[in-house]
């Protein structure tokens, strides 16, 4: 049983009673945290010496579509609609198996690389159970703690099929992946089901859908994209809420367009919220929901959606949380005709708090990663404070949520395991070659068989 030190600098804990320490240790025996505090007096196998460096847990990534890393920044001026039009209807078509594979290996090992430690992967281009096993096969492979999300493909209706927004979850391929290589919720690659939600099914498929998410004991997730107007299902999360169909359970996925009453129906019913704030507010949306969560006391999670528009930074996904939430209560405050805030109406530690102990909560494993509490898993990062632009740190806090970013990661401990080291992967450098020249090879072919042209600049 190996037992590692870590010597901190500072420590951000995002554990109430532990608080932010200087110059402290945390304990870990094989893969979880026994200890946190000051000069601990162990014994230990390794000692890590991070006294430059501000320590915290692992962020989490509570929405994220790893298959589409190979497509990244082909959308970043689409207008509305056209991602559906684009990949959707179009390039998701022309993956295979091997194609999830090389997305999500180099998605996840570019997650670790930037200080998330766990993500949500909503795999939702799936044809196949081969197409899903190799998706896993690559996150099992980089050592991305996971919560993968099986999902299905949205395909034009073909002219003698039903449309997409009719058809029940595939049961034989989540039973199998349930039954098989994830039937335990304790491992590092856990299942869930990422399926239409009402938006785009449906009642009948929602509650087929949800019943055996309950019936398999998993995590449902989905998305909450439209309009009143245009949902499959109007009005079908108030009802599911409002029927008890749904609980801590279920993830909703945006949910901009949701009104009061059905905002508050999905909370009070103690189901999740991840706004993805860079893409909503990229696209023709209405404000993305952190400031209405905080409003009902929720508290939300954040995640990067969908990389061929955005950056999959989780810094930058927190700031841009952070900043559209104060500019939202300022907005309103002086609307109101509300005196100047005397201290921002929106704190750093709130935002720190969405991609931590939120993303965990919503995915359900708060129990075990989220913050640096002993019991939990050493899902742990480390930034470097002498990097220009953290240099010199004054609030460990702030650092982190004002101004780091994923270049300042050093070190990445997942389940106890170093994943990255002194600013380096630990995953085989001449692999990773290989699979990026590989992930190039498929990218280019699934756009040239789209018959698909990047927009020139």
Aim: glycine residues 8%; proline residues 5%.
């Amino acid at each position: 049983m190996k037992q590692t030190t870590i010597k901190c600098g500072w420590l951000v804990s995002m554990d109430d009673r532990i608080g932010d320490l200087k110059d402290a240790e945390i304990l870990i025996r094989d893969s979880q945290i026994v200890a946190v505090g000051h000069d601990l007096g162990a014994t230990s196998d390794e000692v890590i010496d991070a006294g430059d460096m501000i320590v915290m847990p692992g962020l989490v990534n509570a929405h994220i579509h790893l298959w589409q890393c190979g497509l990244r920044g082909i959308g970043s001026e689409w207008a509305v609609g056209e991602y559906f039009v684009h990949i959707h209807g179009n390039l998701a078509t022309h993956y295979g198996p091997e194609d999830n594979y090389l997305g999500n290996l180099i998605g996840s090992l570019t997650q670790i690389d930037g200080g998330v430690t766990t993500a949500l992967d909503w795999c939702h281009n799936l044809k196949s159970l081969e197409q899903a096993e190799r998706s896993i096969d690559a996150l099992e492979e980089t050592g991305l703690r996971t919560v993968f999300a099986h999902g299905t493909t949205k395909p034009p209706t073909p002219p003698d099929g039903l449309p997409y927004s009719q058809i029940p979850h595939p049961r034989e391929r989540v039973e199998a992946l349930r039954k098989g290589r994830l039937a335990s919720d304790r491992g590092r690659v856990t299942l869930a089901m990422a399926i239409l939600g009402p938006h785009y099914s449906t009642w009948d498929v929602v509650v087929q859908d949800l019943a055996l998410a309950r019936e398999l004991n998993l995590l449902s997730t989905s998305h909450a994209t439209r309009r009143k107007q245009d949902c499959v299902t109007p009005n079908g999360y108030l009802r599911l809420a409002q029927e008890g169909l749904i609980g801590p359970e279920h993830n909703i996925v945006h949910a901009n367009f949701f009104e009061d009453d059905e905002l508050k129906a999905v909370v009070e019913a103690s189901a999740s919220v991840t706004p993805t704030v860079l893409v909503e507010l990229h696209s023709d949306s209405a404000d993305p929901l952190v400031p209405r969560l905080r409003a009902l006391g929720a508290l939300p999670s954040i995640g990067n959606d969908v990389e061929p528009i955005v950056s999959g930074d989780m810094f930058r996904e927190m700031q841009a949380a952070l900043l559209h939430a104060r500019q939202v209560a300022n907005r309103d405050n002086r609307r109101g005709g509300g005196a100047p805030f005397r201290i921002s109406p929106v704190r750093s530690r709130e935002a720190l708090q969405w991609a931590t102990i939120g993303g965990a909560r919503a995915l359900r494993l708060e129990n075990r990663v989220g913050s640096l509490t002993p019991g939990k898993k050493a899902d742990i990062i480390m930034l470097r404070s002498t990097d220009l632009n953290l240099f010199p740190v004054h609030n460990p806090l702030y650092s982190i949520v004002e101004q780091a970013n994923a270049g300042n990661v050093d070190t990445v401990m997942i389940d106890g395991v170093i994943r990255k080291r002194a600013g380096r992967l630990t995953f085989p450098v001449d692999v990773l070659r290989q699979r990026q020249s590989e992930l190039a090879a498929s990218a280019e072919r699934i756009m040239r068989a789209g018959d698909f042209t990047v927009l020139a600049a």
